[in-house]
């Protein structure tokens, strides 16, 4: 006799289920572009719960729709909800995207498109899992799947699994021996009543789980035997992927090791730091002056010098020649940030701490790098305020200077390249450059060349040289995809070539605005996170220092540059450069910031998908009815089905599975089993109702194959046609 499982088993049972849920949405958003992520895990939580108290059908899946549909309202769409307007602009996304799948344009789907297939999937898996928990009560295929799942994110992605192997294994335990003991009580294994309710059941099975855990944390434990399988894995695949893919997943950030640059990388939001400024600016923290064919390294060790009363002597340009204003910023880092190194803005002369012990400032000059320090360590600084004068170059000065006037060393030193540097690379600068006739120019021509020339921003699949590639090489004439550190050393390298001193900066871009000031006077609050880790290019002018060039695709220059000239021809040659500057970047922009919904909104001219709202009227209703008709008429396409697998094949499967056709019709009908009557006591109260005795006939050969296993096949191919009797009895 089988029992009900009490819903206190059945409800830590689908816990479990949520929590193992979860373990695979909490790395999307750390390996995916994802954000508001609490909306995802918030309807999570509502489909488990829905399908936690056993909603019907025909409930449940409006409640989970509108959900779905409130989400995309909130998050995407501007209309009032269900207007006439909204529905249009809701058909046209999906008709768009629908179009792109089926062209399998898959980068052309659009967020609301992406997130309502995400928000499909959630809901699918919210009844999977109670059918797999609940119903089947079959926890370890998915328990695998979820350390099997952990574990290769873990190992391929920079999602940090420590904390969730020791989840994964707590509640997988817990959930096969609650698995297991629902089991018991349903096959009556336990025969005390008040033992199916009592929760205490459950307090040995935590006990031994919780105890094995703390054991297996407390003991000592091998370190990893194969710290890092993905060098091992290139090597053997022969190149799989393709030449000069791979190089591992990296995390965005600011990073140490220059050395080598490439691969491809995902996105994070972490936050770093807020600063409240009157200016967006670069935050500067270092420069690097030796291009190796692979990567940045510096010329030599960091040489410190002390800086007295928190003044700053470092000067990347002229002030006596460049314009500045003077300004402050207050800078306020996350905890676990631990930058060591100092983010500042270009005009640094003096930092303050509130620090309660002696605090020393050291800076090296010569790569810009800027600690502080207590008795002689390192330490990060939480909070500090910067003065600085920031500058605004005259670009009329700068196109006067001339290269004679570089310092030899200098040049010498910053025009340094690797002597396996293609000699295309230098051929293609002087192509770029070849019209103009002043530094200044030429600068912005390789600055603006990417941009013209079909290169693209790019973080994934972005390629790593072969060891006799050279990295700059590979990305002007191979790939013309990739990101900050591509374009900027490309630029760098090209500038050298060409007998002109530049360095490669690095540091953060100006971050996002999250508190704007009451008036102009006021500051700005602007948060940088780890996705704001940037790196550009420096060019050394005589006269005038060390001025910053923004060679990477969708992102400008946050350097302030004028006029001093009068003549009103040159002013408008100057506001004619900054409109097209301005409407290159626009041109720029990263893909994953172009928005496909406005294509769908084009008109016909532009050949983009349209919709014939008379289909559309008459599709949803006909495909509304044909779905209600299908459901109405299940239980005879199904008896159709079997009856006429019993004409072709008379074996006791067939027989059984057509006999527990029988029951399942007659429960829907509402002739259902009761728990205590045997099989002969259920088939004569049915015979008795229909005024038959095929229910007799039919149950005593399912008997005969059930306990006896014997079988007659003629006798079943006689008793299939009263089956068929019988079923078109209940069915009308």
Avoid at 8 to 32: H, K, R
Avoid at 395 to 404: A, F, H, V
Avoid at 675 to 696: C, K, S, V, W
Wanted: aromatic content about 14%; some cysteine.
């Amino acid at each position: 006799m089988n029992a009900k499982t009490p819903f206190f088993y059945t409800s830590l049972l689908y816990i479990c289920a949520f929590i193992l849920f979860m373990e695979w949405l909490y790395p999307v958003n750390q390996i995916g572009e994802v954000t508001n992520m609490t909306v995802f895990i918030l309807y999570t939580l509502f489909c488990f719960f829905i399908s936690l108290l056993g909603v019907k059908w025909w409930l449940s899946m409006p409640l989970k729709g509108l959900g779905l549909i409130f989400i995309l309202d909130s998050l995407f769409m501007t209309p009032t909800i269900f207007s006439i307007t909204w529905v249009k602009q809701f058909l046209a996304e999906v008709g768009f995207n629908l179009n792109a799948l089926f062209s399998q344009q898959w980068y052309e789907l659009t967020p609301l498109f992406r997130s309502m297939l995400f928000l499909v999937l959630i809901w699918m898996l919210s009844y999977l899992l109670y059918y797999w928990f609940i119903v089947m009560k079959r926890v370890f295929v998915f328990a695998l799947l979820t350390f099997i799942y952990v574990s290769l994110l873990d190992t391929f992605t920079p999602y940090e699994a420590d904390g969730a192997i020791v989840r994964t294994f707590i509640v997988s335990f817990a959930a096969l021996g609650l698995s297991n003991f629902s089991k018991e009580i349903s096959k009556e294994s336990i025969s005390i009543s008040w033992a199916k309710k009592a929760p205490m059941w459950a307090i040995p099975l935590i006990s031994v789980v919780l105890f094995s855990t703390l054991i297996g944390y407390a003991a000592p434990k091998f370190g990893p035997q194969w710290p890092d399988p993905v060098p091992f894995i290139q090597s053997a695949a022969e190149n799989a992927g393709g030449p000069g893919v791979g190089g591992g997943v990296q995390k965005v950030g600011y990073g140490e090791d220059d050395s080598r640059l490439g691969g491809s990388f995902v996105q994070d939001y972490t936050p770093v730091f807020q600063a409240a400024a009157k200016e967006e600016h670069y935050w500067r923290v270092e420069t690097k002056d030796i291009y190796t064919g692979k990567g940045w390294e510096k010329s030599s060790d960091p040489r410190f010098e002390p800086q007295y009363g928190g003044n700053i002597s470092l000067d990347t340009f002229a002030n006596d020649v460049v314009e500045t204003e003077r300004l402050q910023t207050m800078l306020d880092f996350q905890e676990d940030s631990q930058m060591e190194k100092l983010v500042y803005p270009y005009g640094v002369n003096q930092v303050e701490a509130d620090q309660r012990e002696r605090l020393d400032l050291q800076l090296d000059p010569q790569f810009g790098e800027i600690r502080a320090q207590r008795d002689g360590n390192s330490m990060p600084l939480d909070q500090y305020t910067i003065h600085y004068d920031m500058p605004s170059f005259a670009i009329d000065e700068l196109r006067e200077t001339s290269p004679d006037d570089d310092p030899q060393e200098l040049k010498e030193h910053f025009t340094q390249l690797p002597d396996s540097l293609p000699d295309r690379v230098s051929e293609l600068a002087e192509e770029i450059t070849q019209d103009e006739d002043n530094r200044y120019d030429i600068a912005r021509s390789i600055e603006s060349y990417f941009g013209r020339n079909g290169f693209t921003y790019q973080i994934s699949n972005v390629p790593v040289p072969e060891e006799d590639q050279d990295y700059v090489d590979q990305f002007l004439f191979e790939s013309k995809a990739g990101y900050c550190d591509n374009y900027s050393t490309s630029m760098v390298v090209m500038l050298r070539s060409l007998d002109i001193p530049a360095r490669w900066a690095k540091g953060f871009t100006g971050g996002e605005v999250v508190e704007n000031g009451e008036t102009s006077d006021d500051y700005d609050v602007y948060e940088v996170t780890n996705a704001n880790a940037h790196s550009w290019v420096e060019v050394y002018f005589p006269g005038q220092g060390w001025v910053p060039f923004e060679p990477t695709q969708g992102f400008s220059n946050l350097t302030d540059f004028h006029m001093n000239m009068d003549e009103t021809g040159e002013e408008s040659a100057l506001e004619s450069e900054e409109e097209e500057s301005a409407q290159g970047q626009q041109e720029e922009m990263p893909e994953e910031e172009e928005t496909a919904p406005a294509a769908a909104q084009n008109d016909s001219n532009s050949g983009g998908f349209e919709i014939n709202w008379w289909y559309v009227l008459i599709a949803i209703p006909a495909a509304g009815f044909l779905v209600w008709l299908i459901y109405r008429t299940r239980f005879r396409w199904r008896t159709v089905y079997l009856s006429r697998k019993l004409q072709r094949r008379q074996d006791a499967k067939t027989f059984q599975e057509a006999y527990h056709w029988l029951l399942v019709l007659l429960k829907h009908k509402g002739y259902g089993k009761d728990p205590g009557q045997t099989l002969r006591e259920y088939a004569q109260q049915i015979d008795f109702h229909y005024e038959t005795y095929a229910m007799n006939q039919l149950t005593h050969q399912y008997e005969r194959i059930l306990y006896k296993n014997e079988i007659n096949e003629q006798g079943i191919h006689q008793l299939s046609d009263s089956w068929k009797n019988l079923m078109k009895e209940i069915m009308t």
